[in-house]
């Protein structure tokens, strides 16, 4: 597998090692020793699926400590644009974000660490949206900023003015009025 480390610390891009013929291919989507050699020596302790319509976007969401959740996602069918916003204080990148279109066809993963709201934007129906967490899900320490924050800078394509958003994820406050915990 191919390790590529991105402009904010922390966050590596995992491209996988294809192997095709013609009956299709195959690809390791995670070898512990592997990541642990590159750096992402976690324990993952949950792994979690969504399928989302074309238009929706999920996020910014992330968990407070002593909660928090490093995060390995891709994209098994479909595609999306993949966003994480480094909410580390010390952080000489605080507050900016690197986004990455993952799909099933690049198969590209994502890791993001603790310390980073993460959230997505689909591009095609039926996208599948698979992750690792390397903490359980707990409702009370999530924490949030809205993904359609203008302020953050993000790029989404022309057709994201008509998206599909929870009720849950409209409320989240803008960045500015977000305090992190980290």
């Known amino acids: 597998m191919k390790v590529t480390t991105t402009p904010i610390e922390g966050l590596l891009l995992i491209e996988p090692r294809i192997f095709n013929d013609d009956r299709g291919y195959f690809y390791e989507s995670y070898n512990e020793k592997k990541y642990r050699d590159a750096g992402i020596d976690v324990t993952f302790v949950q792994d979690n699926m969504s399928c989302s319509s074309k238009g929706t976007m999920r996020g910014l969401h992330a968990q407070a400590p002593p909660f928090g959740q490093g995060k390995l996602v891709r994209v098994t069918q479909g595609s999306v644009i ?37 959230g997505f934007f689909t591009l095609e129906d039926d996208t599948v949206f698979a992750y690792k967490v390397t903490n359980f899900y707990d409702k009370d320490s999530e924490i949030g900023v809205k993904i359609t924050d203008e302020s953050l800078g993000f790029k989404w394509p022309d057709f994201a003015k008509d998206i599909i958003l929870s009720p ?15």
Request: aromatic fraction near 16%; proline fraction near 8%; avoid cysteine.
């Open 82 to 118: 993949d966003v994480a916003v480094d909410i580390r204080k010390a952080s000489p990148t605080y507050g900016q974000h690197f986004a990455v279109e993952l799909s099933a066809a690049n198969h590209l993963q994502f890791w993001i660490p603790e310390g980073f709201l993460h």
């Open 168 to 182: 849950k994820d409209e409320v989240l406050p803008d960045f500015k009025s977000f305090v992190s915990p980290y």
